[in-house]
């Protein structure tokens, strides 16, 4: 019986050939997307996992007052991984981490630049990177020591084993010690860099990272096995009271803490708690890979159900002879499951020849892990799902036809059958269209953070790092930059112009409310910054030389004035620490970081060069590529054996959104496949239908109607379908991309031309695809029609 079953199932396949290709390609399309979005939703989950203690692993995080609100820094104080320890005995360890920099190394002749990073004693113990050469316990046990990777080695010294105990040219003005060769870090891990030096070494440069005022570094720590999470951090709450770190105000920072293997997917903060952030995606993604999946099943069963009257005589016949309503059932869910099997063989070829390009727009490493169980295993689960949810309604139907009726030839489908063939296409655009409004909203905003008025002008801005011996001969390097013609101003900062992230809570003025706790934003700049950045004043003056006491004096920017409340603000004194400083002018709001952030108060400070900070020269447009020869010339001059990298703002800002960017183009492509699959299920109804009413179209014809008439008549009820899907999908579409377009704090407005725009798309794709099969239709000589009738 099972082998009769088979060979029904492949005779219906190439009787059908058409609706069997439909089928097969639409369910192969839905798998294969599926199962991409599973390989990468594998791998965003997989990251940091490896980690043989990742239980427990924490990062702290603050929770402090900001202007009357509760908010939420990664960031931390320097000091306060040493404090955890000492303070909250269930900490067996913890590491201070710092922010990455591309910082140079030399040994001889060799000069490279690399991803470098500052952290604890206890690094290597807690994390499971694994070592190649030294010991987790002394590979930073002094400030001379520096870690470096597989690839560091390799190029420096030749193997891992030839570099433990060598001397590496740091910045070249430190002579660091390699202590120990860790393997090259994977794209499975959050943390990612080439070498790691130790945080007493940071704070030799940075002698401000030891003030609790500051934030710099992310803490983590590991936790004893036996420690209760909830009552460690009900113990660190109030760590900071005894800090003086609040000063005298009633009101205390209070520390919180994460999961570090929630550390990667949970970036975000909202409400003063890690919430969201990278989550979002796969959560998105899941949805989209369900939604494709089961807009390709629709297809199966409305062609299916449709098409049923085909199979109706062979279930009438059958039912007489006495088959039970379950085997008929399982006879259909069994071809189902061919269909489905015939489709999951070519998603996997699908998959394999779409997954480097894939791998390409993600970034990503992926590969199909055909010797992992668990993969075959999802494989088949994949099947059978599919083979189940697309054959099930079918199945049901079909067995459950009176065979009375079927035999005298009386067979026509009931209004809930019709009903539910017309619910699935409804359904099936109605995706589709949450798709195309996605994309369209994605690249809008996208566009808008990408293009809006920041404030400055990132155009034609360069900067590179202050490195070498640029720190200390800075006022000369800037005298014969300023007389290269293609450069227009030069200054420096200790941040860059794309992204400043830093904090300090230690600002006062009279009149300051002492239970709210603000955070400014500190840059140290040099003279001519605002006009290099051109930058606008609101008030008062930029630092000049004419003035000698500008080395005590500062600038605001209008969110700042705001927030201190300040009528008149310039010359007003305001305390910094235990300092006194003058603001001696007002700038006009700018963005010194991403759209996904407000504007924060901003206080910039004449002087501080520092070895991690940037010169940023504005060139003159149309010069570019002289005009970078010349400055690399002159920064070689004074730095032979640092190689001269730079960036230029615009790009670095553009990178921000370089999340945005990919979902878009996923976006773009999922709501094409969305749509294509949803048009092959449309197409092979319309051709069902057309086929179905070959005599009518054939009287019509006679009696004269046109193939405009025809076309319409045929077109129509399913247009009705797709109209119904964009009016229904609508609102949903707004609801999911409203809530995803307040993660920044800069967005576009949601208007109703994106909707129309999205109707627009998915009707005209629609009628190109029911008018090809109606015109064919209409097209055929009646005189055929009424005679193969």
Known sequence: MIQNYFKIAFRNLLKSKTFSAINVLGLALGMACSLMILLWIRDERAVDSFHANKDQLYRIYMREHFSGKVQGVIWTPGPLAEELKKSVPEIEMSTPFSWTIQQTFSVGNKIHKQATNWGGADFFKMFSYKLLQGTPEGALRDKSNIVISRNMAEAFFGTPEAAIGKAIRYDNRKEMTVSGVFENIGTNSSLQFDCLMTWDAYVDDNNWATHWSNTDPVTFFKLRKDADPAKVEAKMLHLLDKTNRDGDKPYKTQLAMQPFHEYYLNSNIKDAKMDGGRIEYVRLFSFVAVFILLIACINFMNLATARSSRRAKEVGVRKVVGAMRSMLAGQFMGEALLIATLSAVMAVLLVTLLLPAFNNLTGKQMALPFSEPVFWAVIGGLLVLTGLLAGSYPAFFLSSLNPVRILKGALKFDSSSVWVRQGLVVFQFGLSVILIVGMIIIYRQVGFVQNKNLGFDRENLVYFPIEGDLFSKFDL????????????????????????????????????????????????????????????????????????????????????????????????????????VRIVGVLKDFHFESLHKAIRPLIAYLGARQPQGSVVIRIQAGKTPETLAAIEQICKKFNPNVPFTYAFTDQEYARQYQSEQIVGKLAGYFAFLAIFISCLGLFGLAAFTAEQRTKEIGVRKVLGASVAGIVGLLSKDFLKLVVMAIVLASPVAWYIMKHWLQGFAYQINIEWWMFALAGIIAVLIAVFTISFQSVRAAMVNPVRSLKSE
């Open 477 to 580: 390097l800037k005298e014969q930059l300023t007389q290269v013609t293609g450069i227009k101003q030069v200054t420096h900062m200790t941040a860059n112009p794309a992204s400043n992230g830093n904090g300090t809570d230690g600002i006062t003025w009279p009149g300051s409310n002492p239970t709210e706790q603000v955070r400014f934003t500190p840059v140290g700049v040099g003279y001519d910054f605002t006009k290099t950045m051109n930058l606008k004043m609101a008030d008062g003056r930029d630092f000049s030389k004419d003035f000698p006491t500008d080395s005590s004096g500062v600038l605001v920017n209008q969110t700042a004035v705001k927030v201190m409340g300040l009528k008149n603000p310039v010359g007003r004194e305001i305390n910094w620490g235990q300092s006194k």
